[in-house]
């Protein structure tokens, strides 16, 4: 596996599949330095890990520039560790952003890439030309549907997220996320139009969990949300994800259209 130096504390992050189940981590670098890490926390959700080495001396960090936004064609450079062969980079380009549906498990909004992503890349850094970190390699496919073994598709963690999940298990140990307990999709304006809702766009609610805090506050399913905390739901994914962030325990108003009716629900 593979692993990215975030800052001289020593930080890394890398994917949970690669420590799972580790009863000791050693970490290699390219200067010959070698040092057992401390597992800092994980989180299934985003197959993430954190990692912290006690070096003396400066340690090679990866550039990051915050303003950067990832755009299909970016030139980019996986650098990993695939079947031991270590320091090894494939080149490609973004072919596609906002990857979702791919880990079962997950909810990631994934990056995907041309640039080869084998066995022992999970964990390490896609950069770009200037070797700004883009994202962290996760994975590819190993077969379609029919058996074949496709060719050029890769997947990578955005680095906005990355970084956000690590600042999370630094602080915590754990990530601590929101939940109101609803399942959704997004109607756009034709569909809504044509649907008799006077081209409104929200997310239509199709399933409410029993004694979650949707439910308790009223939330139906066919309820129609316009805005969550006071911010319009326009996206599923960005929506829940928006949820993620707002403390367990916070009172946020939801606005839903149900019968033609507006209401605002806590």
């Known amino acids: 596996g593979s692993g990215v130096i975030m800052d001289q504390r020593g930080y890394i992050i890398t994917n949970k599949h690669v420590i799972n189940d580790a009863d000791q981590i050693i970490v290699a670098l390219q200067d010959g330095r070698v040092f057992e890490a401390l597992l800092v926390g994980s989180d299934s959700l985003t197959?993430?890990?954190?990692?912290?080495?006690?070096?003396?001396?400066?340690l090679p960090t990866i550039p990051i520039n915050a303003r950067r936004v990832p755009h299909i064609g970016d030139v980019v450079l996986a650098i990993g560790n695939p079947y031991n062969l270590g320091q090894t980079i494939t080149q490609g380009i973004i072919s596609a952003t906002g990857r979702?549906?791919?880990?079962?498990?997950?909810?990631?909004?994934?990056?995907?890439?041309?640039?080869?992503?084998?066995?022992?890349?999970?964990g390490g850094a896609l950069v770009n030309s200037l070797g700004e970190l883009m994202g962290i390699n996760t994975l590819s496919f190993d077969k379609s549907n029919d058996g074949e073994t496709p060719e050029g598709i890769?997947?990578?963690?955005?680095?906005?997220?990355?970084?956000?999940?690590?600042?999370?298990?630094?602080?915590?140990?754990?990530?601590?996320?929101?939940?109101?307990?609803?399942?959704?999709?997004?109607?756009?304006?034709?569909?809504?139009?044509?649907?008799?809702?006077?081209?409104?766009?929200?997310?239509?609610?199709?399933?409410?969990?029993?004694?979650?805090?949707?439910?308790?506050?009223?939330?139906?399913?066919?309820?129609?949300?316009?805005?969550?905390?006071?911010?319009?739901?326009?996206?599923?994914?960005?929506?829940?994800?928006?949820?993620?962030?707002?403390r367990p325990g916070s009172v946020i108003p939801v606005v839903v259209m149900r019968d033609d009716k507006q209401l605002t629900l806590q």
């Open 100 to 122: 979702i549906g791919l880990n079962p498990t997950g909810r990631q909004n994934f990056l995907q890439t041309d640039a080869s992503i084998n066995h022992g890349n999970s």
């Open 154 to 246: 890769g997947f990578a963690i955005p680095f906005q997220l990355a970084t956000k999940i690590m600042d999370k298990l630094i602080r915590d140990g754990r990530v601590i996320r929101g939940y109101i307990g609803i399942g959704g999709r997004e109607i756009a304006p034709l569909h809504a139009q044509s649907g008799g809702i006077d081209q409104l766009q929200g997310i239509v609610v199709n399933e409410v969990s029993p004694d979650g805090p949707a439910a308790n506050a009223g939330i139906q399913v066919n309820d129609l949300i316009i805005s969550v905390d006071n911010k319009p739901a326009i996206s599923a994914l960005e929506t829940m994800d928006q949820v993620a962030e707002i």
């Open 47 to 58: 197959d993430l890990a954190v990692l912290k080495i006690n070096a003396t001396g400066g």
